[in-house]
């Protein structure tokens, strides 16, 4: 079995790269580790680059080192390579199409003062102004101890030689009423080892299986009508079934959903926690693994108002085979939106012999527009995408998630030499295509507010959307959004892909 990926030959870099400071090295930067470095590198390197963090122990970025034990300075050529040839931090979408809250890539700005320094000399500057370590020897709640916890009762043992594994298990929540999370953490006992962890919120059964909520939504606009004569719901079922609840995958951060905005949680509900255990490509597989990870969730407080419900739904196509040799096989799915709703997340799945992505929306109207691409979909290093600002969609709008494989010996993450049949299913060496979409229901939302038909003109309101703008070609055929290309985009996936 193979598991070459980038990570080992980005290790193998690092090991020919790194050198180590000396009294003699010249200084021609004013930029330091103490003053500016330090910071960026506890934001976006630390998470995953400190002793029993989920990189090799021997780069250690918490520190700036010393001669007996090595740490950011002795690492600094490395990390440059490292940082211009995109390969860390490890967040692979495309900047073009939309922000992300919990984006893990580096701006420019930090590339420069990072490249700077290590061009300088990777001074250390004045210790004073160092802070105390992070310490990272134990995992800790990183925003307090949450309301409610749930962990494995009994430790998942991987035993040696095993490669990958998972478990999973089933809690009752104990609570005396309804009331709703804010906001998840997951407490990986053995980062290093564990793929993902996923949590599902399970309904009550029974009696309590059916609640409304009473929210007021309009469900049919018409733009020639007064608002007084909008149709008003003021009961809505809520979903029943399982609904994603959140994930961590190695590198996450916790996550707290926005001010006033919240998850039902109902007595009587259950929480499925699945585990998924892979080892990284340069681990001691003599060693068993032993893990007993936790979940916390944090909890509205008394009196606290929520107005914007977080629901969630699905998207997956399964029942598909790739071949050996197979290169650019494309399997897609797609999901209708019910109401009117905005956006939060996108959590995306592909397994190994993935190539890319996409995720699109297409508006009643017919318009659309990429949401999501990644262009080379790395499984071990996808993630939830948080978007910075919660995307309208109103019903009737169609989410598209496209995927495309590459079952050959090009594919670094392809786990078969030679090549062999691969067939979906959920188990980590599978293929898959699937995303889960966290959505906001407002309480308060009105159509027009979200999505304005293109024969109208623009409205007091509509809160600026880039989509209620009509799309206009310019000279040669171009196609425009506020002025921002949109065409050279699209031409731009393509000929990634080979499409033209």
Known sequence: MKFASPLLAAILILLGLHGTATAHTRITTDLNWSNEIRAIMEDKCMTCHHPGGIAPDYINLTTYGTDTDPGARAWAVAIEEEILTGRMPPWKPDDRFSDFSNSKALTQLEIDKIVAWVRGGAPQGPIRNLPMPEQFEKPTWRFGQPDLVFELSEPFVLPPDEMTGETQQVFDVEIEEDTFITGYEFLAEDPKNIYSIEAWLLEPEGSDATKTIEVEIVKEYDPLADEDDLEIVEDRTLPTGSQFLGQWIRGDHPVLFPDEAGRLLRKGSKIRMAIQYARPDYADTSMEIRDQSKLGLFLAGEGEEIDLLIESFEMAQDGFSIKANKRDHKVETSYTMKENVHLVSV????????????????YPDGRGKTLLWIPEFQQKWTSSYIFDEPVAAPAGSILSLIGRYDNTEDNWDNPNSPPEDISSGTR??????????????????KVEEIFIPKERPEV??????????????????TESIDGKDVGSLEKMIKETRGEL
């Open 347 to 362: 959590s995306p799945r592909m397994g190994p012999v993935a190539q890319d992505i996409e995720v699109t929306i297409t």
């Open 428 to 445: 980590y060496l599978q293929a898959k295509l699937s995303a889960v979409v966290d959505y906001q229901l407002d309480t308060h939302l």
């Open 460 to 477: 007091e309101g509509s809160g600026g959307m880039s989509f209620a703008t009509p799309i206009t070609l310019e000279e040669g055929g």
